[in-house]
T-cell receptor, first 110, second 111 residues
Framework: AQRVTQPEKLLSVFKGAPVELKCNYS??????LFWYVQYSRQRLQLLLR??SRESIKGFTADLNKGETSFHLKKPFAQEEDSAMYYC????????????FGKGTRLHILP | EPEVTQTPSHQVTQMGQEVILRCVPI?????FYWYRQILGQKVEFLVS????????KSEIFDDQFSVERPDGSNFTLKIRSTKLEDSAMYFC?????????FGSGTRLTVV
């Protein structure tokens, strides 16, 4: 079954501290993995995707196929990072739907 | 940067009424989607649309739902007879060469 699991509903981190948002997935094949961010009352925005291997706003995520994980990390949290973060996967087909995790609310404490 | 536009941003409707949610995808995208997010829950896939027909739909997308691309630019989601449990945020998305772009959503409240 295709599934994305984000075990933490809420993560509170002090400003300047490292952040790690956990994501594990289940998919039989080679999925594409994403992180989306949703700031308060705004649209879902693509934060990063594993195939581009970019670092956006200081966030990185490494796909670990052995552990089927795609954890999101940032070395030093900033207050503007407070948002809802969704890990997601898409299949190998061109028009495959995206399957989202339940999301983790990241709250940066001053 | 091109955007996916959704209207209205908020719709309140009475139970049993029909609603049409509208989306204008990015012009050179070929794949279109609707997702919904019930308050406090995850974003769920409803339907995908390609080449003027549904390519995949979820079990949520029952006979009460339909999609259309009436004029080559708009992409609509119709709910024929709304139920209280249809209250949610509905997101439209389109996909091109560089991945998905989501709209800002329509908040549907069924009373």
């Amino acid at each position: 079954a295709q599934r994305v699991t984000q075990p933490e509903k809420l993560l509170s981190v002090f400003k300047g501290a490292p952040v790690e948002l956990k994501c594990n997935y289940s998919y039989s094949g080679s999925p594409e993995l994403f992180w989306y961010v949703q700031y308060s009352r705004q649209r879902l925005q693509l934060l990063l995707r594993h195939i581009s291997r970019e670092s956006i706003k200081g966030f990185t995520a490494d796909l670990n196929k052995g552990e089927t994980s795609f954890h999101l990390k940032k070395p030093f949290a900033q207050e503007e990072d407070s948002a809802m973060y969704y890990c997601a996967l898409s299949g190998e087909g061109r028009d495959d739907k995206i399957i989202f995790g339940k999301g983790t609310r990241l709250h940066i404490l001053p | 940067e091109p955007e996916v536009t959704q209207t209205p941003s908020h719709q309140v409707t009475q139970m049993g009424q029909e609603v049409i949610l509208r989306c204008v995808p990015i012009s050179n995208h070929l794949y279109f989607y609707w997702y919904r997010q019930i308050l406090g829950q995850k974003v769920e896939f409803l339907v995908s649309f390609y080449n003027n027909e549904i390519s995949e739909k979820s079990e949520i997308f029952d006979d009460q739902f339909s999609v259309e691309r009436p004029d080559g630019s708009n992409f609509t989601l119709k709910i024929r007879s709304t139920k209280l449990e249809d209250s949610a945020m509905y997101f439209c998305a389109s996909q091109g060469n560089y991945g998905y772009t989501f709209g800002s959503g329509t908040r549907l409240t069924v009373v």
